[in-house]
């Protein structure tokens, strides 16, 4: 059995780190450890983990983590794991960040979008990205993930084949016009996400200013890639989970539809969380709630040059938690669908 702890379990991915590890049947789940709620019982700060997840929640002793866990997922606003990972390291654990502090591999980028220094510099070297179905060996091999930001996996899930068949037929900047339900700003309330201002409504955010924008374009340049330019333009809408990335890629000589949805059938054949769509079929996120699928569909306008991709995830779960518990999988030698094979919630 694997050991796990979770550091941030009063969050949304902290709750679903708890769901699904719950149920994993090769976990065994240790110390649940929280800032603010510590001490209170699981089911106080979350009534849907009753009878599931048993016990107070802890304070966290980061010495203590390290010692008893074998493997512990970080849940934490960014700047809090820098020092935090390589404590747990030093203990002989392995860290699954969920956050942002070692995604981005450019300590200036770091400090340009996040506001702040990167200290541990030293680990960015060995910090395997974890989208898994791209980086499968890095993860494997690695002490720690940097789990992806839920926009970075959308939007890197619907282009990356794209640009690895053929990226030198870009012409312009990809514009990715995504759209997430507010469970991804997180649960401390702020102004602007109260129920009466949401509900209903629908607007933009962070337009080419989103701090996601950075860590598209690195990986969608990882491997050798091509270095695309992102134009990055998210949205808030009134549901609670879930988003619809649709990303418009301007060509020159653009394949047609076909050709396209073959590379993507292709390249994801065999991948047990990617479902490519063909038809009349298009991602919707009500098709992947509650899930660890990433749902994928492609067109093409031949006569105006442009491509377009579309995905659908669920954001606390391929886009969190799921990906994480995946890439936890991989790292210790596990079917990577392990506890991970539930359906999305339908309706």
């Known amino acids: 059995m694997i050991r796990a702890a979770i550091a941030g379990a009063s969050g949304y991915s902290g709750a679903e780190l708890v769901r699904w590890l719950s149920g994993h049947g090769q976990v065994e789940l240790g110390a649940l450890a929280a800032g603010r709620s510590a001490g209170q019982p699981v089911e106080a700060v979350f009534p849907h983990l009753a009878g599931v997840a048993e016990g107070n929640l802890a304070p966290t002793d980061w010495d203590l983590l390290g010692a008893e866990a074998d493997v512990v997922f970080l849940a934490l606003p960014h700047g809090e794991a820098l020092a935090a990972a390589a404590r747990l390291l030093d203990a002989g654990a392995r860290v699954v960040d969920l956050g942002a502090d070692f995604r981005l591999r450019d300590p200036a980028a770091y400090r340009q979008w996040y506001g702040g220094e990167h200290t541990a510099t030293d680990l960015l070297a060995e910090a395997a990205y974890g989208l898994t179905e791209w980086h499968r060996d890095a993860v494997a091999g690695a002490r720690l993930v940097a789990n992806p930001g839920c926009y970075p996996t959308a939007s890197s899930m619907a282009l990356k084949p794209l640009l690895e068949q053929f990226g030198d037929r870009v ?6 016009d995504a759209k997430s339900g507010v469970s991804g700003a997180g ?4 102004d602007g996400y109260q ?3 949401l509900n209903e409504n629908f607007k933009p955010y962070a337009t080419g200013a989103h701090r996601h924008q950075p860590e598209i374009e690195q990986e969608l340049a990882a491997g050798g890639g091509p270095e695309a330019q992102v134009f990055f333009s998210p949205h808030l809408a009134p549901m609670t989970r879930g988003i619809l990335a649709a990303c ?12 396209l949805e073959a590379v993507f059938l292709h390249r994801y054949a065999g991948e047990p969380f990617v479902r490519v769509l063909t038809g009349s079929a298009l991602p919707q996120t009500k098709a992947t709630l509650g899930s660890n699928y990433c749902d994928i569909a492609v067109r093409v306008d031949r006569a105006r040059g442009l491509a377009v991709t579309f995905s659908a995830i669920d954001n606390l779960v391929k886009g969190a938690a ?7 999988n991989v790292m210790f030698g596990l079917d990577e669908t392990t506890g991970l ?4 919630v339908f309706p």
């Open 322 to 328: 799921g990906q994480a518990v995946q890439n936890m």
């Open 187 to 190: 649960r401390n309330p702020r």
């Open 341 to 344: 094979l539930a359906a999305p």
């Open 195 to 197: 129920y009466s201002e």
């Open 171 to 176: 012409t312009a900047a990809i514009v990715i």
């Open 248 to 259: 418009y890629v301007p060509m020159a000589d653009a394949p047609s539809r076909e050709e």
